[in-house]
T-cell receptor
Framework: KAGVTQTPRYLIKTRGQQVTLSCSPISGHRSVSWYQQTPGQGLQFLFEYFSETQRNKGNFPGRFSGRQFSNSRSEMNVSTLELGDSALYLC??????????????FGEGSRLTVL | QKEVEQDPGPLSVPEGAIVSLNCTYSNSAFQYFMWYRQYSRKGPELLMYTYSSGNKEDGRFTAQVDKSSKYISLFIRDSQPSDSATYLCAMIYSSASKIIFGSGTRLSIRP
């Protein structure tokens, strides 16, 4: 069974640019969550999508957005990049039904560097 | 105050030692408790999962939840160099809520 696939794995952008990250969940998983991981803040929840609808949202500014497609694949977008957006962005999928028990399957992440 | 507190370490122990990793939390509404392991340059992977108070054992790993003290632990017996990783605790209120992660403890097992 293929795992969670994230692309691109590494990318470098400059301040003010925007970036789109992609995530393909495990086949059959309908929930996709996004996290930002930095050495100082740890794993911070961005948002979760289930059946193309945002189900939960973290405390990030509106520059961070996401969406989910009918095949459960998800994208997240960060506009007007700032230096502080440099981080590892992790996508996690789960079955996502009503019994969301926290069993997440993570991808290897997209490492974003903002110069 | 963070909802979930975890000592960042690093924690370094010799091979074969028993390792104890801990998290405390502030909200008694948490029901599900998890431990994730993250190797360098990889995403976290689910290691242990428990519901409510009690112990759960899986091979060399034991997860313990004490809801009265708002304290969870992960014990690793006969630790191996391959156990060297960052360990993150995580917890969730209910099926509709987001998962809250601890900041992670970096563990190193010396051969």
């Amino acid at each position: 069974k293929a795992g969670v696939t994230q692309t691109p794995r590494y990318l470098i952008k400059t301040r003010g640019q925007q970036v789109t990250l992609s995530c393909s969940p495990i086949s059959g998983h309908r929930s996709v969550s996004w996290y930002q991981q930095t050495p100082g803040q740890g794993l911070q929840f961005l948002f979760e999508y289930f059946s193309e609808t945002q189900r939960n949202k973290g405390n990030f500014p509106g520059r961070f957005s996401g969406r989910q497609f009918s095949n459960s694949r998800s994208e997240m977008n960060v506009s007007t990049l700032e230096l502080g957006d440099s981080a590892l962005y992790l996508c996690a999928s789960s079955v996502g039904d009503r019994q969301n028990t926290g069993e997440l399957f993570f991808g290897e992440g997209s490492r974003l560097t903002v110069l | 105050q963070k909802e979930v507190e975890q000592d960042p370490g690093p924690l370094s122990v010799p091979e074969g030692a028993i390792v104890s990793l801990n998290c405390t939390y502030s909200n008694s509404a948490f029901q599900y408790f998890m431990w994730y392991r993250q190797y360098s340059r990889k995403g976290p992977e689910l290691l242990m999962y428990t519901y409510s108070s009690g112990n759960k054992e899986d091979g060399r790993f034991t997860a313990q939840v004490d809801k009265s003290s708002k304290y969870i632990s992960l014990f690793i017996r006969d630790s191996q160099p391959s156990d060297s990783a960052t360990y993150l605790c995580a917890m969730i209120y209910s099926s509709a809520s987001k998962i809250i992660f601890g900041s992670g403890t970096r563990l190193s097992i010396r051969p």
